[in-house]
């Protein structure tokens, strides 16, 4: 009788028989191996780290939600003011004083709403005579919007607090010409007033009474930040499914070349 070939079987490791995995110590593959174990590594690494900001958005929220349920601090002074400005943050304030310009500068390249535009930024007096710089709200750049006018005399500002935002590496640079900024930067903003800021601002949230019964709708006050955890999580499972599929696949690629030799 003709002989019968039977196919080939996995012996007891678990692997075809007929296998031959020796090119897998050749330089390329060793090379190859290397990428491919850093890739997936990476990938790791990754959604560790969308996980380590899952946590610190949800500490930060809730840092942010104390915060806003405090009562508003009542200020009169810039002494008032005095202390780490970050743990002033998002703190409710009502701030009485006078403006001294309600259309300072513009703080450039804002959006909000999915609209692209500027926040208004003014200058307020306290009592004592210092000033504080205040955030009014949004204005859109692709409309010639009537701008709600500042009360006279002595107003009530409330809104919360923000600290000084800084350049840092890659920022624009304040020229201090003309009124467009590019942040609200307190230094940036006493240099072109040539008077002393807290490194702190007002976010408004509503200005009580306006002058002349104004209608207008902007500035539109900015909203707070929307305290919830984020895509984080999402994120995270993302990289870890890249990283199984890495291995899963690298491994299907080293068999298929096993049994092709």
Known sequence: MPSVTSPARPDDTGLDADADWSFARRPF????????LSVVFLFVVLGFWQLSRHEERKASNAVIAERLAAEPLEIATVDDLEGDPADFDYRPVSVSG???????????NRSQGGVAGE???GVVELPDGSLVA??????????????????DGVATVTGWLRPSVDKGRLGADDTGRGDLVPRMNTDDLAARLGRELPPLWVQVSSEGPLAGGSTAQFPDPVPLPELDDGPHLGY??????FATLGVLFYGALLRRNSRTR
């Open 134 to 151: 205040v955030n009014r709200g949004f204005v859109p750049s692709n409309a010639d919007p009537a701008i709600r006018p500042a009360p």
């Open 119 to 121: 926040y208004v930024a």
């Open 236 to 241: 995270a499972a993302q990289w870890f499914i």
């Open 29 to 36: 593959w060793l090379f190859s191996h290397a990428f491919a």
């Open 98 to 108: 006078t403006f001294v310009d309600d259309d300072f500068v513009r703080v450039v």
